[in-house]
């Protein structure tokens, strides 16, 4: 089975803190995702990466940076935490199914409960 | 811009009926896929079923299937003989080709309750 780790459950951080959230996946998949995850906003992405050291901006990448240097590993980076980035931070990865019929199922971890005070 | 709703915020069903979660998404890609997914209450989300855009064929996965109508753009799953542990928030996805991969939306979520 796939498995996708994240660094942290809960996390309290304070304003200004740089924050580091870090995603690994132990199954080669080419696709690693961040999202948050708030209350009746359901899940908007942040970053994603289609293979090592490239990373292109989702939906609401201001704030936030990341980093893949390895395949299985990537990192989110709040450069200077602040209160309204309180929230879930969900990683997931990616790749086309083995059958080669693509489709990209994602894979999530358990996600990490930030609360920046 | 790619747009996913799920119009129904909350809903309930007694155990062993069914219930229908609603989905429309608004693109002009033909070539694309749709999934619906499960998060059960603190616990990790999980694929439900994926549904391939080119294919007329509405996928099924055991009591899970969906209504896919394409010219419509809806995307609708429907739990047959519910059950106390399908209590979850469902999400609609759609996914599109960008570069070397498909690039994600999710809609904002439906909270299903199970009753006894």
């Known amino acids: 089975d796939v498995k996708v780790t994240q660094s942290s459950r809960y996390l309290v951080k304070r304003t200004g803190e740089k924050v580091f959230l870090e995603c690994v996946q132990d199954m080669d998949h080419e696709n690693m995702f961040w999202y948050r995850q708030d209350p009746g906003l359901g899940l908007r992405l942040i970053y994603f990466s289609y293979d090592v050291k490239m990373k292109e901006k989702g939906d609401i990448p201001e704030g936030y940076s990341v980093s893949r240097e390895k395949k299985e590993r990537f990192s989110l980076i709040l450069e200077s935490a602040s209160t309204n980035q309180t929230s879930m931070y969900l990683c997931?990865?990616?790749?086309?199914?083995?059958?080669?019929?693509?489709?990209?199922?994602?894979?999530f971890g358990p996600g990490t409960r930030l609360t920046v005070t | 811009a790619q747009t996913v709703t799920q119009s129904q915020p909350e809903m309930s069903v007694q155990e062993a009926e069914t219930v229908t979660l609603s989905c429309t998404y608004d693109?002009?890609?033909?070539?694309?896929?749709l999934f619906w997914y499960k998060q059960p209450p603190s616990r990790q989300m999980i694929l439900v079923i994926r549904?391939?855009?080119?294919?007329?064929q509405n996928a099924t996965e055991n009591r899970f299937s969906v209504n896919f109508q394409k010219a419509a753009k809806s995307f609708s799953l429907k739990i047959s003989d519910s059950q106390l542990g399908d209590t979850a928030m469902y999400f609609c996805a759609f996914m599109k080709p960008s570069g070397g991969s498909y690039i994600p939306t999710f809609g904002r979520g439906t909270s299903l309750i199970v009753h006894p």
């Open positions: 549904q391939e855009a080119y294919k007329q």
């Open positions: 997931a990865s990616s790749s086309p199914t083995l059958s080669g019929a693509g489709g990209y199922e994602q894979y």
């Open positions: 693109t002009s890609e033909s070539n694309y896929y």
